[in-house]
């Protein structure tokens, strides 16, 4: 898989579509649909909502494989975080500020979908979790982390990632730009080790 293809072609789609915008936030699906495009054109065969096996209705977002066969597991998430004031994008269709950053019940659905992985048999196989988080100065993945909150580095402080950060406003969200995050989880289930980071900016 080629990380740098689908932050590429990530980018595009989401500032391509920010200016008509309706929606509040992003949906996993938009992401879900440029991450299939990205991989169906890397050469992949990719199956959404795969069952993680045939006894259970939990399902994956994405699995894909080469020639090679050998699957490759992917999750994925949407985040939003914003200290904005007197933003008028708060605002919800009745003009109410409604705006609610929910920081543990995100964190939450993270956790969620990492132990999902539990589920598969073959445990050596490809996994891997994305995180797409709109904000408008601070992130929230960047915020929990800073202060430990919930453990998270507990759950993320073994695995390896990268990273792409661009200007991306919003039209219902008072939020300005989009930091993508692609964590390898190969070391899933092992023992902790010192998170490493790679980071690039388009």
């Known amino acids: 898989m080629n990380i740098e293809k689908i932050f590429r072609d990530l980018k595009f789609d989401l500032e391509s579509i920010n200016e008509k915008a309706n929606e509040r936030l992003l949906k996993e699906e938009q992401i879900r649909s440029s991450i299939y495009c990205s991989l169906r054109n890397q050469g992949f065969i990719v199956a959404a909502e795969r069952n993680y096996d045939k006894n259970s209705e939990v399902e994956c977002d994405l699995v894909f494989w080469g020639n090679s066969k050998s699957e490759s597991w992917m999750e ?81 402080g073994n695995f390896e990632y990268k990273k792409i950060e661009f200007e991306l406003k919003w039209n219902k969200a008072p939020v300005n730009k989009c930091i993508i995050r692609i964590f390898d989880l190969k070391n899933y289930n092992q023992q902790h080790i010192p998170q490493k980071t790679f980071a690039e900016k388009l």
């Open 76 to 156: 994925i998430k949407t985040a939003r975080y914003s200290k904005a004031i007197n933003d008028f994008r708060k605002l919800d269709k009745k003009g109410k500020d409604s705006w609610n950053n929910g920081e543990k019940g995100q964190f939450i659905s993270w956790k969620k979908d990492i132990e999902k992985f539990n589920l598969l048999k073959n445990k050596d196989v490809e996994k891997y979790f994305v995180l797409v988080e709109q904000c408008f100065d601070q992130s929230l993945f960047d915020k929990l982390y800073s202060q430990n909150k919930y453990e998270i580095k507990q759950l993320f």
